[in-house]
């Protein structure tokens, strides 16, 4: 399965977005699709994970804020960002394998660029 994030875009703080992690196959039979991000001069790192069962897990900077959701009959994954803060600001990617540090994973697809201004 090939998943691709895509819904990113320039947005104030305060404001929202909604990011989209499409599946080339059934969402269904992934186990866990995870939202990782990467700013500039940083490590990537987790940001939200929803499970099969659907059962979240959240970094701690976005509780409250963000909200990981599936929709198998559409394939695709979502993270709705709301209360986006400037810090928010990086390149977002989604993968599958649950709550796993990004360096543990080889292979990524394109990410999506998210732009908070102050």
């Known amino acids: 399965v090939q998943l691709q994030a895509s819904g990113g875009g320039l947005v104030q703080a305060g404001g929202s977005l909604r990011l989209s992690c499409a599946a080339s196959?059934?969402?269904?039979?992934?186990?866990?699709i995870t939202w990782y991000r990467q700013a500039p001069g940083k490590q990537r790192e987790l940001v939200a994970a929803?499970?099969?069962?659907?059962?979240?897990n959240y970094a701690d900077s976005v509780k409250g804020r963000f909200t990981i959701s599936r929709d198998n009959a559409k394939n695709t994954v979502y993270l709705q960002m709301d209360s986006l803060k400037p810090e928010d600001t990086a390149v977002y990617y989604c993968n599958t394998g649950g709550w796993i540090p990004a360096f543990k994973l080889n292979s990524w697809g394109q990410g999506t660029q998210v732009t908070v201004s102050s």
């Open positions: 196959g059934s969402t269904s039979r992934i186990a866990a």
């Open positions: 929803i499970s099969s069962g659907d059962s979240t």
